[in-house]
């Protein structure tokens, strides 16, 4: 354990941190769930919902950032393209 009074204010700071970046990455992983479930169903107007409100949920954590934006649009565009790939 820390001892100086800076040290254990870091502490106390990560660990809040970590629990907001871990709450904001749970939301996007179930997001994307959503997409993948709607996807493998074949269900085109759910997967097309689902996929707006994920890019939503993604663009926020890399607003607040949680995700790089490389990696960001790199999941938006995986999660595109499997929804795209259900319409044709």
Do not use: E, L, N
């Given at each position: 354990m820390a001892n100086?009074?800076?040290a254990k204010?870091?502490?106390l700071v990560t660990k809040t941190k970590t629990e907001r970046n871990?709450?904001?990455k749970s939301k996007v992983k179930t997001e994307i769930k959503k997409v993948r479930a709607a996807v493998e169903a074949?269900?085109?107007e759910a997967a097309t919902n689902a996929l707006k409100?994920?890019?939503i949920e993604i663009d926020k954590a890399t607003t607040k950032g949680v995700y790089h934006k490389n990696n960001a649009a790199?999941?938006?565009s995986r999660l595109t393209?499997?929804?795209n790939s259900i319409n044709q």
């Open positions: 100086i009074k800076s204010k870091r502490i871990k709450a904001i074949k269900d085109v409100s994920a890019t790199r999941k938006v393209k499997a929804v």
